[in-house]
């Protein structure tokens, strides 16, 4: 029946060829007219033929203007509604494919003028206000990411084709926001985002329809939906006390973050008038009269009051018991701290979080019934009294948006009517029903007592009304010092001082004020301020102990929240007594004696201590990221199946212990330096600067070095050299450019080395260099097979490495006793570390110290002392060694000693990079390798004792190359398997060729 010519003519009868054309565009137009009506035969051919009308539309819009003249001379969105409009069969499935493809069509739309032409006939608006059926869930996603689309299309030239001045009519803002509730979380995303892109356009009569017709209502349901989540997550908490729930409490408190980020980017856009609006009503409806209100104590139960107001009344006694006010909602104490300390943390809008902050550090029972009127008088001229008070609206948002759009411009909306600004909680009838209702019940035990016990309790009942909402002058700051008491856990405290901290840190509180309010108190000479300092002075003092049931991020919040507040205004000294001073002393004090406890000569101790020091360091501290967690809202826990991080749970066994007194220490130690002004010097345990590092060029002249060939686990081979530094396990690769120097090509840390012999090939090593750390399960640095040319040299390489490891442990664990002052360690003899010697606090100079000379040399002389050493044969009367006397020589100087390399004054005098070498460094190479050309190579003969004559460098080059030489070529002074020789003229005491035969030596 499609094949047939329409009225039309010419090639329309037919599909044209081309897909993306004019022509196709009318071929499809005629099937929507020929398809008026939707039914289940022709809703495919329907669905395809819009699909590829927006396709074509896309198309014009960058290729062919005439496309969209086209379609607005048949006016081809009126097809669209009269499609949605329809009621048949199909029609919601081909609505879902109308919305896709307006969806599509407008986010691609790049030219203006086609987009004018799009918006030009209203017909956009009519499809934004027509009733969906929303019950689908693909309709209501699409349609809430059309007008999504819509609303990035906003701005200065583009409003006015949406919002109707005329007739104060705004559908794709009052459309949208009717969904701010809706269950699924993308639409309340999406509308969200779609009022924020509202709200950006700078268009005064938009913004004051805005502000007159629909912030009242739409900002009282959105703090009520807001207040009933809040409830939500109250429950959740009081409920959850096992960490059951830690997946509903998180998205819950994710949820309630999302709703304050949105309210924060409401009130940074800086529109006063929709700023006055929201700041009263999250003031008056939502912060005053449910998180403040839940910082008082909690009333007694209804019942008790009833018979206490009897009694009162019996009695002629007159006492101040608000019945309505203990059906007030509330939530618990730890809620409404974590709520507030979010509100500061995030929202920064200086009406709003200084009139909150006054009310916390300033009020009283009084801001239930005025508000924080004083304050925002202050910034807001002719303000609309809102009357505190947690209730629901009397009317909905959508009925409200209704009885607006139904008004004529003329009426304007009374706040205090229809939005619940000023209405009572539904509640408010149910105390005089339950006055009622108690009564009677009451009465028969009125009867049956005396009028002495009648006096007994209500002086009974009164004192304890009295004791609950006492006659505090700040009873919520009260509220709020009372949480720091950490007696038995650091369950509020941790809520407390993050509430302090975001206060303190608060763009919009002004500092000067916020210390000004603190310091001042009317109860004499008492400070809010100074009774600070002593709480977390406490908090600190506690966490010293060894038993307490204090985290670590208390602890750092409190030490930090105590650097703030002593922080002097100039140059003075810090606000801090020295009674006070002695208090964090001391804590330092027992610190250090907490984690003596812990100092063993085991392995552990020092990966616990450098781990938890690198940690310190790393993590900062962010109390915003810190409220994110919806574990702190839970009784603290000591597990580590739950979860949380260390910091924030008590430690579980001997290992977390010691890692808690660890960072106990480190933290009173730096906060203690910061009040004594000095620089740490004795931390981290490693100085990077005199390590080596990877790339760097090193003087390996006079070094002892072992050939090996390192086999990874890819079965890839290469040839190095293994030099052992006091604290680094070094790979070198002779440069190509410089004789005597090397490259280093791996570097890891002798006290991370695992070794391991090979029981099947004497002359291979398995050799791990570990990350660091306690825990081994991540992959190591390395894990190579290093085969070495003989088992000698194998057994040289596998003492080196274990003594090595060793002493850099012990040298480690000497630093750590000194400081935490182990007795009878500050005498021990002093270790050097990382090419320099460390001596204690307040002693002299170490004897070893001064035995460095100014020239170059190894660390130790030990050139005879390991198996493998080069012994010797021939040579000169004034430098020849007999084997007698170099076995006296190993006998005195003793064959347990390790050497290590000193690569400090290499590092000094060499260039950092390969790539960038430095003359000056360079022209500290001895003289003596330029004078290779003297030097003759012997191949081999296959005597076993012929002599065999090379340079040390060019013998390192050669055996890298794959050149088979006929001996290794052991140095006399100091090598102990290869090096890098020569002869030295102040060495020499012969001639020319006197020096050379000193190189005339044989492997053992």
């Known amino acids: 029946m499609f094949r047939s010519r329409s009225w039309f003519g010419g090639p329309w009868g037919g599909r044209p060829k081309n897909r993306l054309s004019l022509e196709h565009l009318k071929y499809l137009y005629s099937i929507l007219e020929k398809n008026t009506t939707v039914s289940e035969s022709n809703r495919g051919l329907l669905v395809e033929s819009l699909r590829c009308i927006a396709e074509i539309l896309i198309w014009g819009d960058q290729h062919d203007s005439l496309v969209f003249d086209f379609f607005l001379e048949k006016n081809m969105l009126s097809y669209f509604l009269h499609i949605m409009r329809q009621k048949s069969g199909g029609s919601s499935f081909v609505c879902v494919q109308l919305l896709q493809t307006l969806n599509i069509l407008f986010e691609n739309i790049r030219n203006e003028t086609s987009l004018y032409y799009l918006l030009s006939n209203n017909h956009v608006n009519s499809i934004m206000v027509h009733k969906f059926d929303f019950s689908d869930e693909d309709v209501m996603g699409y349609y809430i990411l059309f007008l999504k689309t819509l609303s990035l299309k906003l701005n200065t030239h583009t409003i ?90 998180s998205n819950l408190v994710a949820e309630h973050l999302d709703h304050l980020h949105y309210l924060s980017d409401i009130l940074l856009l800086d529109i006063k008038d929709l700023n006055a609006v929201l700041t009263e009503h999250l003031l008056h409806k939502l912060f005053v009269p449910l998180y403040i209100f839940s910082l008082t104590p909690a009333p007694p139960p209804p019942s008790l009051a009833v018979v206490t107001q009897n009694l009162a009344a019996v009695l002629n006694r007159n006492v101040d018991i608000d019945i309505q006010e203990m059906h007030n909602p509330r939530v618990s104490s730890i ?158 405290a941790l809520l407390s001082l993050c509430l302090i901290y975001a206060m303190s840190h608060n763009r919009g509180v002004k500092n000067e004020w916020f210390e000004l309010v603190l310091a001042k108190s009317t109860r004499g000479s008492f400070s809010y301020k100074t009774a600070l300092i002593e709480h977390l002075l406490d908090i600190i003092t506690q966490s010293s102990q060894p038993s307490c049931r204090i985290r670590l991020i208390t602890v750092e919040i409190a030490l930090e929240l105590l650097v703030t507040f002593t922080r002097p205004n100039s140059d003075e000294a810090r606000c801090i007594t020295p009674a006070q001073q002695d208090l964090l002393f001391s804590a330092r004090n027992q610190s250090m004696a907490v984690l003596r406890n812990f100092y063993k000569s085991e392995d552990i101790f020092l990966d616990l201590f450098e781990d938890e020091y690198n940690e310190m360091r790393k993590a900062q501290l962010n109390v915003e990221f810190l409220c994110m967690d919806s574990a702190i809202l839970l009784p603290p826990t000591g597990t580590p199946l739950t979860g949380i991080s260390f910091t924030r749970r008590l430690p579980c066994g001997e290992v977390e212990k010691a890692r808690r007194a660890i960072r106990v220490y480190f933290l009173l130690r730096r906060t203690c330096q910061k009040f004594l002004n000095e620089k740490e010097s004795l931390l981290p345990l490693t100085n990077v600067v005199n390590l080596v590092q990877v790339e760097n060029v090193l003087d390996l002249n006079n070094s002892d070095l072992i050939a090996c060939t390192v086999v ?201 990079s390969r790539g960038n070498p430095s003359p000056s460094s360079r022209s500290h190479t001895p003289s003596r390798v330029l004078h290779y050309d003297q030097i003759s190579i012997s191949g081999h003969s296959g005597s076993p004792r012929e002599p065999a004559l090379m340079a040390g460098t060019n013998a390192l080059l050669s055996q890298l190359n794959g050149v088979t030489m006929a001996r290794e070529v052991l140095p006399v002074q100091s090598s102990e398997e290869t090096s890098f020789i020569g002869s030295d003229g102040g060495d020499s005491t012969g001639g020319g060729s006197d020096s050379r035969r000193r190189g005339a030596i044989e492997t053992v």
């Not at 703090?223 to 409920?239: N, Y």
């Not at 408010?428 to 009564?439: G, K």
């Open 160 to 249: 006015h084709f949406f919002y109707n001045e005329h007739t104060n009519d705004f559908p794709l803002y009052t459309e949208a926001i009717k969904f701010f509730n809706h269950p699924e979380s993308m639409v309340r995303i999406a509308v969200r985002t779609i009022s924020l892109n509202v709200y950006k356009v700078q268009n005064s009569s938009m913004l004051r329809f805005i502000r007159d017709k629909t912030a009242a209502p739409y900002f009282s349901n959105l703090v009520w939906f807001i207040g009933k989540h809040i409830l939500e997550l109250d429950t959740c908490v009081r409920t959850d006390i096992d960490h059951q729930s830690n997946q509903k409490l």
């Open 712 to 912: 990874a686990k890819d079965s890839s081979k290469q040839r190095r050299f293994l030099v052992i530094d006091a604290l680094q396990l070094i790979l070198v690769e002779p440069d190509a450019k410089l004789l005597g120097w090397g490259v280093a090509k791996f570097v890891g840390f002798l006290q991370d080395v695992e070794v391991q012999g090979d029981k099947d090939d004497s002359r291979c090593l398995h050799i791990t260099v570990h990350r660091g750390g306690v825990t081994h399960n991540r992959t190591p640095l390395l894990s190579a097979k290093f085969l070495f040319d003989d088992h000698i040299r194998c057994m040289a390489a596998k003492q080196r490495l274990t003594k090595g490891r060793s002493k850099a442990r012990q040298k480690k664990m000497y630093q750590i006793a000194q400081l935490i002052e182990i007795p009878g360690q500050m005498d021990s003899p002093v270790y050097a570390v990382g090419g320099t010697t460390a001596t204690p606090t307040g002693s002299g100079n170490s004897s070893g110290s001064s035995s460095r000379s100014g020239h170059h040399r190894p660390m130790f002389s030990t050139a005879n002392r390991v198996p493998g050493f080069a012994a010797v044969l021939r040579g000169n009367n004034s430098a020849g060694v007999s084997r007698t006397q170099m076995a006296q020589n190993r006998s005195i100087e003793g064959s347990e000693e390790i050497p290590l390399e000193d690569f400090q004054h290499s590092r000094t005098n060499s260039p950092h």
């Open 335 to 492: 809620v409404a701290l974590f709520l507030l300390s979010l509100v500061f943390l995030v929202v920064s809008h200086a009406p709003l979080v200084h009139a909150l902050a006054w009310v916390i550090l300033n009020g009283d029972h009084s801001v239930f019934k005025e508000g924080a009127a004083e304050i925002l008088n202050s910034y807001v001229e002719h303000r609309k009294v809102v009357v505190p008070g947690f209730g629901e609206p009397n009317e909905s948002l959508e009925q409200a948006l209704d009885t607006v759009t139904g008004q004529s411009s003329a009426s304007s909306y009374a706040l205090s009517e229809d939005s619940g600004v000023e209405s009572s909680s539904p509640a408010a009838t149910e105390p005089e029903l339950l006055v009622d209702e108690a009564e009677s019940a009451e009465t028969k035990l009125l009867q049956n007592i005396t009028d002495e016990e009648k006096q007994l309790q209500l002086q009974k009942s009164s004192s304890s009304a009295k004791a609950d909402f006492g006659d505090m002058a700040k009873p919520f700051l009260d509220t709020v010092l009372q949480a720091l008491d950490c007696t038995e856990n650091d369950y509020l």
